[in-house]
């Protein structure tokens, strides 16, 4: 099959590689009908993210069509069930995914001993995306092994397409939680700093969340605009700083704060915590 390839920093390249197998009785195998490149792909490229190798498969973020399952996956799935494959790999069975805790699925980090040592802590196996977290081929390839089959997916009923239905893998996820996270309440305000994809998705999320306004913070028109459209006031805060002061009244709302990607000036995280309320900023700077 054809795939993307890790060959070192900045030198990725589509070869041809062995198709994938079933290992394990709990695997299954798709075809890969549609994947994303993620912004945290851009770190592998630039090779930030240690424990890479020559030969890894890119790729995190991927539908397709079931076309082998292993003995272990019993009903769950069948051939020519579509599915979306899940970033994080979920055992489903130990104490962390019983839980809820599937981002530290304690079985499914084939190298957790790797891990542990760079992290202190495993996390869960990661398709494409370097030996620390299991060292997986990932997903922008034509098949994929999806280990533990049974209940890393999410079944695509029929009547959707792969565009409608693509970012349930990842990033809008990602957006959503950040947006949970805040425990938005009726009359709310969030600001949300950074619009890139997850800052376009947390906007989104807050909104569907029930945020009474979204403020939306970033310096690129086309990132703007595109938080506009969906239903968020924006500003630039290269030229518009004022307007923020302008749009909080701490007395009478709730700010709560998103960050989303990389700060492109080193105080945005300072300005970010001037606006939330004093326990929320205690938190932030926890975290």
């Known amino acids: 099959m054809r795939a993307l390839v890790w060959h070192g920093k900045e030198d990725i390249r589509?070869?041809?590689?062995?198709?994938?197998?079933?290992?394990?009785?709990?695997?299954?195998?798709?075809?890969?009908?549609?994947?994303?490149?993620?912004?945290?792909?851009?770190?592998?490229?630039?090779?930030?993210?240690?424990?890479?190798?020559?030969?890894?498969?890119?790729?995190?973020?991927?539908?397709?069509?079931?076309?082998?399952?292993?003995?272990?996956?019993?009903?769950?799935?069948?051939?020519?069930?579509?599915?979306?494959?899940?970033?994080?790999?979920?055992c489903g069975e130990c104490e962390q995914c019983r839980r809820g805790n599937f981002s530290i699925c304690e079985r499914s980090n084939r190298k957790k001993k790797?891990?542990?040592?760079?992290?202190g802590h495993s996390t869960a196996g990661l398709f494409g995306y370097t030996h620390l977290t299991g060292g997986f081929p990932g997903g922008q390839a034509e098949y994929l092994r999806v280990p533990f089959a049974d209940t890393t997916h999410i079944k695509i009923p029929d009547g959707l397409t792969d565009e409608q239905v693509l970012f349930l893998g990842d990033i809008f996820p990602t957006g959503w939680q950040a947006a949970a996270q805040c425990d938005i309440e009726p009359g709310d305000t969030v600001a949300i700093w950074g619009c890139g994809p997850v800052g376009q998705m947390a906007i989104r999320s807050a909104i569907l969340l029930g945020a009474e306004q979204v403020v939306a913070i970033d310096c690129l028109p086309e990132r703007l605009s595109m938080a506009e459209a969906g239903g968020a006031i924006t500003i630039n805060f290269e030229g518009e700083r004022r307007r923020a002061a302008e749009r909080s009244d701490q007395r009478k709302r709730a700010a709560k704060m998103h960050r989303c990607g990389r700060p492109r000036k080193p105080c945005l995280l300072r300005t970010a915590g001037h606006a939330l309320r004093p326990c929320q900023a205690d938190a932030a700077r926890r975290e």
């Open 14 to 90: 589509c070869d041809t590689v062995s198709d994938p197998e079933i290992e394990h009785p709990r695997d299954a195998i798709i075809k890969v009908t549609s994947c994303a490149i993620c912004g945290s792909d851009l770190h592998l490229f630039h090779n930030l993210i240690p424990a890479m190798l020559p030969g890894d498969i890119m790729g995190h973020e991927m539908m397709g069509e079931v076309v082998e399952t292993g003995s272990g996956v019993g009903g769950r799935l069948k051939k020519g069930d579509r599915i979306v494959v899940p970033f994080t790999i979920t």
């Open 114 to 119: 790797i891990a542990d040592k760079v992290f």
